[in-house]
């Protein structure tokens, strides 16, 4: 077995982290050692809160009785609260923040401040890279929607030794409804809303139904669509790219209406999603579910704002010359067979699944700055069509012991194989004429790429109680992986007999051996917990986490001449681009290598007042080592990752659940983060010198912050029920969020932005009968303009050759909104 050599470092704790433990341990953990009786006696009785079970550590157990960091949030809380993405749910669990960047670019998820990518720059079904995300049993990378869930889980810290997907800091667990075999069952739903900004109504409708057809055999399906009219403008699209002009005098009405076709609540979102299952219990011992996934995006253009940009717009508009819609596909056809074996669980997961997507941007404002003469040409305009496909194949299968006995024992195989095709076309109109070039299409630039990954793992825990108040669990990992990747770039201006292909033929040609990853390894985790009370548990866990590398695509690059002005693109042997693992030692700008974290953590679960109340907390810190990096390539400034030296991540949870009378309950959570650099990395801030884009690039230094993740956040939720006539009832919530100041990029200095705190209100109040309900709501309150994300940098706000760089944008969330929803049971 080969270790990864990463692994062979010991734990020493940083100043950093001794400072966060030395004033957050004492209060958390001598709190809530206070004698339980003691906080009963200054409060009345009340009913204790209703337990969650969940399955996290593949054994059913309730919240407090798991001795990891876990947060779960059944389906009548997700309709109580009136979430629809996972975005919404995150905000109330502590020590996670998923960066809301809207419909066209999806959610960032970040788990206690493991995060180097710059915000903004996601799209698709990508996620953030250090959470794994499963539906179900397969792990799926999607920002699902919320409807016809039995929970949502939320597991902080890595989770390789009990799950097939390797984690670096945590997994988010969507887990559908089954078919029940014994009662039928039809429901409808419905939202229509008002989004502040928006002209039209915005409406969500749906329908589930359960249907047992025998006493073994039962089918279960629901179907929901949004339709979100968007609210934010394209004022400045321009009416024929290549001909009409993109930077006009905007006092000079004849000229903005001859040349602009303003696009108004661009950032609109269609979206049909659902399921099909059929289940199937011939007896005591077999449980069958086959599920047929999909949910199908069509966006109409980002969720953005050009307010900070040199081009002016108001606070919900975009200066982009072009539109930029996109369409999303994800399908998942997964089978699920659970044996009961006596001993032991037996389950098998099998998903196939395949995500396809296409889309169109502004591409102006990355040819212009490569300061390639591109803006003599007077009415300059560019848009990229990009396309991708990716279809996999995910098969676990692990055995739980059942035993009553001290010893308990998890044992688990993985297999992925997870193929891709992307391709990415600008095209120049009318630049090919100007420049006297034969390229009918004016097709600027072409770029291919495919790959392929395998991983397999091993994985598996052993507990033991070793009285009946303490127990120890040690877990392990071993994985390999390979990764195959073939890239390709053409400029086709400069080749009028070149011809674009499509996915189909780039899926078949032959990868390039020199971008070739192999590795394989092993992971460790341990933990304890110790039962001080029937209302006090507490805990530690040391584990590690996982994740693979992978290519950054791009064009072969030349040999190596030490006397050219190549930057990093090819490497003298011997050198080599971020420190990465030995193994990776060679990389060029075209690949990256995996990176690992080792979390340490402590950790309380207490219930006080009969179980009226229950307050969880943790303390942690968290090694990050060779942390994956966004970058830049020194020439062109394309986007890449690289391997940094370190990182690290200290900070404290605190959830806490309420029941203050029969009628109010009361939550909250709070999260302090602090996560930075732990080295210098080179060459990792772009600075661009004025006036033009002349480029030079500044070290990442020890101790810089690290983007995307707040130092502070906090939620609270309140909800009040009011008996009605007969068994109904009204119901009145009111929810806060908020977060305190981010960075877009690492470091904070050079080109990043400091993204102000904000809160964000919610209110609703419900009516609910034994068969239908209706509630009205009212989200963001206080109308707050609420940025979460950046594209580009402020150091674009230029003006090259009369032409304007509009790149720099943020992304926001929906103003103020106002709706009715109802729900109605047969």
């Not at 900070?308 to 010359?321: D, I, L, M, V």
Request: proline share 5%; hydrophobic share 35%.
């Amino acid at each position: 077995m080969k270790h990864h050599p990463n692994n062979q470092k010991r734990f020493k704790l940083t100043p950093s982290a001794r400072a966060i433990a030395s004033t957050m341990a004492l209060p958390l953990v001598g709190g809530l050692m206070l004698s339980p009786v003691q906080a009963q006696e200054s409060g009345s009785s009340t009913t204790a809160i209703e337990e969650i079970i969940v399955t996290a550590t593949r054994r059913e157990g309730s919240i407090q009785d798991v001795p990891i960091n876990i947060a779960a949030l059944d389906g009548t809380r997700l309709q109580e609260q009136g979430f629809s993405d996972i975005s919404e749910v995150l905000a109330f669990v502590p020590g996670i923040n998923a960066v809301n960047q809207g419909g066209r670019n999806g959610n960032q998820t970040i788990v206690r401040g493991l995060n180097a990518e710059p915000l903004g720059q996601g799209s698709g079904n990508d996620t953030g890279g250090t959470v794994a995300t499963y539906l179900g049993e397969i792990p799926l990378p999607i920002d699902l929607r919320l409807n016809d869930l039995q929970r949502v889980e939320v597991l902080l810290g890595p989770q390789g030794t009990l799950y097939g997907a390797g984690t670096l800091g945590g997994a988010i667990r969507y887990i559908p409804n089954k078919p029940d075999l014994t009662e039928s069952m039809f429901e409808v739903r419905g939202d229509v809303y008002s989004v502040g900004e928006s002209s039209g109504l915005s409406t969500d409708i749906g329908a589930t139904f359960n249907l047992p057809v025998s006493d073994t055999f039962a089918i279960r399906g629901s179907f929901d669509r949004l339709d979100d009219q968007g609210f934010i403008d394209y004022p400045f699209v321009v009416k024929q790219p290549g001909v009409s002009e993109p930077d006009v005098d905007l006092n000079d009405p004849t000229a903005v209406a001859a040349n602009f076709s303003p696009a108004e609540d661009v950032n609109s979102q269609e979206t049909v999603s659902g399921r099909v299952a059929a289940r199937w219990v011939p007896n005591d011992v077999i449980d069958a579910t086959v599920t047929y996934y999909f949910q199908n995006e069509e966006n109409g253009g980002r969720s953005v704002s050009s307010a900070r940009g040199a081009y002016p717009t108001e606070r919900y508009a975009s200066a982009s010359r072009v539109l930029e819609p996109n369409e999303e596909e994800n399908e998942l056809l997964a089978l699920e067979i659970v044996a009961d074996l006596g001993f032991a669980e037996l389950t098998s997961a099998t998903g196939l699944g395949k995500y396809e997507e296409v889309g169109q941007r502004d591409q102006t404002d990355l040819l212009v700055s490569l300061e390639y003469s591109y803006e003599t040409f007077p009415t300059f305009t560019a848009l990229t069509r990009e396309e991708e496909e990716e279809e996999f194949l995910n098969q676990e299968i692990r055995l739980v012991s059942t035993g009553d006995g001290p010893l308990n024992w998890i044992v688990g195989g993985f297999y992925n194989k997870l193929e891709t095709v992307a391709t990415s076309a600008e095209f120049t109109p009318g630049f090919a004429a100007f420049a006297g070039f034969d390229r009918a299409d004016d097709l600027e630039y072409f770029s291919a790429q495919s790959a392929k990954v395998v991983e397999q793992a091993i994985f598996g825990e052993i507990g033991f109680d070793i009285t009946d108040k303490w127990q120890i669990t040690v877990g392990g990992r071993y994985y390999e992986y390979d990764i195959q990747l073939q890239s390709t770039v053409d400029f086709p201006l400069f080749d009028p007999e070149f011809v674009a292909v499509g996915l189909d033929t780039v899926g078949g040609r032959e990868f390039d051996p020199s971008l070739r990853q192999e590795d394989d390894g092993s992971l460790f985790k341990f933990n304890t917990s110790y039962a001080v009370s029937e209302d006090v548990t507490l805990y530690a866990t040391v584990s590690e986490g996982f994740r693979i590398g992978g290519g950054n695509g791009g064009g072969e690059c030349p040999a190596y001449d030490p006397d050219a002005a190549q930057g990093n693109c090819n490497l003298a042997p011997g050198q080599q681009f971020g420190p990465g693992p030995d193994d990776f030692a060679e990389f060029d700008e075209r690949a990256f290598g995996p990176d690992t974290t080792r979390n340490f953590e402590l950790g309380a679960k207490t219930e006080w007042l009969d179980g009226a109340l229950t307050v969880n907390g943790a303390i942690f810190h968290v090694e990050w080592n060779d942390p994956q990096l966004s970058s830049a390539t020194v020439n062109a400034s394309i986007p890449i990752t690289i391997n940094a030296n370190g990182a690290e991540s200290n900070g404290v949870e605190l959830a806490t659940d309420w029941r203050a009378s029969e009628r109010l309950r009361l939550r909250s959570s709070f999260s302090y983060t602090q996560s930075e650099l732990t080295a210098d990395v080179p060459s990792l801030i772009r600075t661009i010198t004025p006036p033009g884009f002349s480029s030079a690039f500044e070290d990442g230094l020890d101790g810089d912050r690290l983007p995307g993740s707040p130092e502070t956040q906090f939620s609270m939720f309140a909800n009040y029920t009011i008996p009605m006539a007969g068994s109904n009832e009204l119901r009145l919530n009111a929810g806060y969020a908020w977060q305190s100041d981010v960075l877009s990029r690492a470091g904070g200095r050079g080109s990043s932005l400091t993204l102000d705190s904000y809160g964000i209100a919610n209110l609703s109040a419900v009516y609910q009968s034994d068969t239908w309900s209706v509630s009205g709501y009212v989200d963001n309150v206080f109308d707050e303009f609420a940025e979460t994300g950046v594209q580009s940098t402020r150091l674009s706000n230029q003006i090259v050759l009369d032409t304007s760089v509009r790149s720099y944008l943020t992304q926001v969330l929906p103003p103020r909104t106002v709706g009715v929803r109802f729900t109605y049971k047969f």
